[in-house]
């Protein structure tokens, strides 16, 4: 509680506040007085520290959107911006005289279209799942082949940073993976398994 009797605490000091009201005027008067040229050179100093990007800016380049699969016990991804469509295999039509991961073609909406048993591509031996496979249709424009895949799992981002050496990868299987997780999950490179050789059918044979 301030004392009324106490004229250092309870009387005012206009003297300091008509000061500081004068600076402030001083201050006023000098931005208005501006040249053309200082408004302008101001104008644009202000508009190029608002322009110039934080410096913590998350690097958005690196990351990729993937979906998740699964191959009997081992779980896969890849970007989705390689899979065109999710859904169940229809009748597929055996090719003689292919390897026997060719597990045929299919009428997709018009397009003839092969189904890669990948699991028995990558030689993935193993607990198969005895529900209904699913497929995923890949490519980039248009759908290249399909994948047989035992489970399809949730959409998830992953950055490039965070994904090592895959363990026990090798030769040309190694060159069509991003790498693996820290969650065991093996990321395939979409343009490197879309341009594989070997998965790549000849429909006018």
Not at 57 to 67: G, Y
Not at 180 to 186: A, F, S, V
């Amino acid at each position: 509680m301030v004392d009324a009797n106490d004229d250092s605490q309870a009387r005012f000091d206009w003297v300091v506040a008509k000061r500081r009201l004068a600076e402030a005027g001083r201050s006023l008067a000098e931005a208005e007085n501006l040249s053309p040229e200082q408004s302008r050179r101001l104008l644009l100093e202000r508009a190029a520290q608002l322009s110039t990007p934080p410096e913590n800016k998350p690097d958005t380049s690196e990351l990729l959107e993937v979906v998740g699969f699964r191959l009997g016990e081992e779980e896969f991804a890849i970007a989705t911006q390689y899979v065109l469509e999710m859904t169940l295999p229809k009748q597929i039509t055996p090719i003689p005289q292919t390897e026997s991961y060719i597990l045929g073609v299919t009428n997709l909406r018009g397009e003839v279209t092969a189904i890669i048993d990948l699991a028995r591509f990558l030689g993935i031996s193993g607990e198969r799942d005895d529900g209904p496979a699913q497929v995923l249709v890949l490519g980039a424009e248009r759908p290249e082949f399909g994948v047989m895949v035992d489970g399809i799992q949730h959409v998830m981002p992953l950055h490039r940073s965070e994904l090592a050496e895959p363990a026990g990868v090798v030769g040309s299987q190694r060159e069509l993976m991003l790498g693996c997780t820290d969650k065991g999950i093996l990321v395939f490179d979409g343009e490197a398994l879309l341009r594989c050789e070997a998965l790549c059918v000849d429909q006018n044979e």
